[in-house]
Nanobody, 119 residues
Framework: QVQLVESGGGLVQAGGSLRLSCVAS????????MGWYRQAPGHQRDLVAE???????NYADSVKGRFTISRDDAKKTVYLQMNSLKPEDTAVYFC?????????????WGQGTQVSVSS
């Protein structure tokens, strides 16, 4: 079993910055694509950014140039540096990790961390 624990969310003024972290634990043999999604009230859960095992990053158009995703496989951690935050970035942010254990490869979700940006 794999567990994901997110941290770093909070309340910030527009223009500010936050850094989200997501640590994976459990019997993990390989880490594949790691990413962040977000869900605002009344909206679907959308991809924010993802990074492959080889380090290739992909971003939603709305966050390009403001957010940076990175990973540290030795620490089994994925980060999301969020700069120049806007009120429309307000949402619950979920970590998403594709991980391989002894028996399977599947995708896991964290519990979510709230990011609120005030105008």
């Amino acid at each position: 079993q794999v567990q994901l624990v997110e941290s770093g969310g909070g309340l910030v003024q527009a223009g500010g910055s936050l850094r989200l972290s997501c640590v994976a634990s459990g019997t993990i043999i390989t880490l594949h694509t790691m990413g962040w999604y977000r869900q605002a009230p009344g909206h679907q859960r959308d991809l924010v950014a993802e990074i492959t095992r080889g380090g290739t990053a992909n971003y939603a158009d709305s966050v390009k140039g403001r957010f940076t995703i990175s990973r540290d496989d030795a620490k089994k951690t994925v980060y999301l540096q969020m700069n120049s935050l806007k009120p429309e970035d307000t949402a619950v942010y979920f970590c998403n990790v594709e991980a391989g254990t002894w028996s399977t490869v599947r995708t896991y979700w964290g519990q979510g961390t709230q990011v609120s940006v005030s105008s």
